[in-house]
Every structure is written in structure tokens, then in C-alpha cells.
């Protein structure tokens, strides 16, 4: 069965690397960053949200790839968008949830340094619950490592991710 993962969570939490490690680790699998959409960076956030999740959406309906990882932070009500989509295109829908602790959400990373509204945005989505959602097929609680965090979704859903 055709089968979308979607990697959640707060910003800054590794959805893009851990998205990118996973889909190399599941043959075929295409990744797509939700972050990059047409939308304006400069836009109002619920704006862009919308521009993700159109784009996100028609990949789920149109993308020809039997296996998709999808990097963006979900609400609920995105999830049960994404979710009607796949499901009326025959598609499973799995979501892992990154769940680091918020102090290491809101560290800078790599090359990455957060700005103002990029850290009071990590507060306010783990305020909102962007890190424990109901929805969650997995959670990956802490900050282990992106081999040990595909490790785990594997363990989770190697059999779903084959084909057949």
C-alpha cells in the first residue's frame, strides 16, 4: 500500500534532518520539506501554514512515488486534513511526532541560529502540544541521535514501509 510518513513537531526539533535520513533509509522514498512552499517568507503564518499544507496535500493526492516522508508540524485539524486526502487516494497515513525536550528545541543547531520569533514560536508550540500529539503513531521522546531516531520509526514501521 502506498504509504506517507509525516515527521511532526515543534521548529527546530530535527523534522528536515531526521525527514531526509529516514526517506534515504526506505528504498524509493521521496522526501518533501513542508517548508517549501510558495508562500512568502515574510507572509503571515497562517498563510503559509495554508501554503503548506495545499502543497503537501497535492503531493499525498499526485506524487506517483510509492513512499513519501514529509517533514511539517501538524495541528490537528492539519492532520486530519492531510489524512482525508490520503485516504481517498488509497494511501496510508503515518505520523512520527519529535518530542526533544524544549530546551533543546530552543538551542541553536549546526549552522542555525534562531531568532526572536523563531524561539518564542518553539514556546508557543510546545505550549500548544505540537510535541505529545494524539495523533502520533510514534513519539520519539529525548534527543537521541538521527541514526538512533530512524532506528526507532523502522522499528515502528519497518513492515509498513516495504513493499507488498
Keep these: 500500500m502506498r504509504t506517507v510518513v509525516v515527521v511532526n513537531g515543534p521548529i527546530n526539533d530535527g523534522k528536515t534532518t531526521i525527514g531526509r535520513a529516514l526517506a534515504l533509509a526506505i528504498d524509493g522514498a521521496i522526501f518533501i520539506d513542508g517548508d517549501d512552499h510558495d508562500a512568502p517568507a515574510d507572509a503571515p503564518l497562517a498563510l503559509r501554514i495554508e501554503a503548506a499544507l495545499?502543497?503537501?496535500?497535492?503531493?499525498?493526492a499526485g506524487n506517483p512515488a510509492e513512499r513519501l516522508v514529509i517533514a511539517y508540524p501538524l495541528r490537528e485539524v492539519d492532520h486530519a486534513r492531510l489524512l482525508a486526502v490520503a485516504e481517498a487516494h488509497a494511501t496510508r497515513l503515518l505520523t512520527v511526532t519529535l518530542a526533544p525536550p524544549p530546551e533543546v528545541a530552543l538551542g541553536d543547531r549546526g549552522l542555525r541560529t534562531l531568532d526572536d520569533w523563531e524561539r518564542a514560536r518553539i514556546r508557543e508550540m510546545y505550549d500548544e502540544g505540537y510535541h505529545r500529539r494524539a495523533f502520533s503513531d510514534v513519539?520519539?521522546?529525548g534527543a537521541p541521535g538521527v541514526d538512533e531516531i530512524v532506528a526507532i520509526i523502522l522499528a515502528r514501521f519497518g513492515g509498513l514501509l516495504r513493499d507488498g
Design 54 to 60: 495545499r502543497r503537501l496535500a497535492a503531493e499525498i
Design 139 to 141: 513519539i520519539v521522546t
